[in-house]
């Protein structure tokens, strides 16, 4: 496999439901994004992981919950969320320096997450 | 606030020229990206532009104008497989990705 790999590719979950978004790149990558898009909105970033160590919480509730137990997988835990969570979540990685002014991103495929 | 701008929807003739514009108002500038996103897929890495100019990669073409706060991709020679959403992207003074909406392309034969 090559690239970022992102399961499942589709999820249906109730509001009560836990469910895991898992991430996986073998690029050798030295940081991990989760970003959520929804239709005709930019991006927005989640979590960042960079070398292992979260960086970023860009004010996301508590009922997403990120774990980065190595540097090529990526999970976004998911409990009690509210239909307007529906979304695509996109999982990213990254070769990230100090000055990363050319830091490209490759993606997954994404998670299509419905709540109802 | 920081803010991109770009076009909701374009569309274009298979074999003609399009060009997609992105202006955009940022703390500080550290390059613009353009992604290019297919119905049900991952967003691509086209372009990065940090300099005033135009970068030319085949077919698509990247131009910036830092002054004017404007970028613009140009897509020659419009493919049916060019139908997809283009991603504008600033890296901000603290290198964070400020993104835009997508515009969405349309090429009809």
């Known amino acids: 496999e090559t690239g970022v790999t992102q399961t499942p590719r589709h999820l249906v979950m109730g509001m009560t439901n836990k469910k895991s978004l898992k991430c996986e790149q073998h690029?050798?990558?030295?940081?991990m994004y989760w970003y959520k898009q929804s239709a005709k909105k930019p991006l927005e970033l989640m979590f960042v992981y960079n070398f292992k160590e979260q960086t970023e919480n860009n004010s996301v509730p508590s009922r997403f919950s990120p774990e980065c137990p190595n540097s090529s997988h990526l999970f976004l835990h998911l409990h009690t969320l509210q239909p307007e969570d529906s979304a695509l979540y996109l999982c990213a990685s990254s070769q990230a320096g100090e000055s990363s002014g050319a830091n490209v991103l490759t993606f997954g495929a994404g998670s299509r997450l419905t709540v109802l | 606030g920081q803010n991109i701008d770009q076009p909701t929807e374009m569309t274009a003739t298979e074999g003609a020229i399009v060009q997609i514009n992105c202006t955009y108002q940022t703390s500080g500038f550290n390059g613009l990206f353009w992604y290019q996103q297919h119905a049900g897929e991952a967003p691509t890495f086209l372009s990065y532009n940090v300099l005033d100019g135009l970068e030319e990669k085949g077919r698509f073409s990247s131009f910036l104008s830092r002054s004017k706060g404007y970028s613009y991709l140009l897509l020659k020679e419009l493919q049916m497989k060019d139908s997809a959403s283009y991603l504008c992207?600033?890296?901000?003074?603290?290198?964070?990705?400020?993104w835009g909406a997508g515009t969405k392309l349309i090429i009809k034969p």
């Open positions: 690029l050798g990558h030295n940081a």
């Open positions: 992207a600033v890296m901000d003074s603290n290198y964070q990705l400020i």
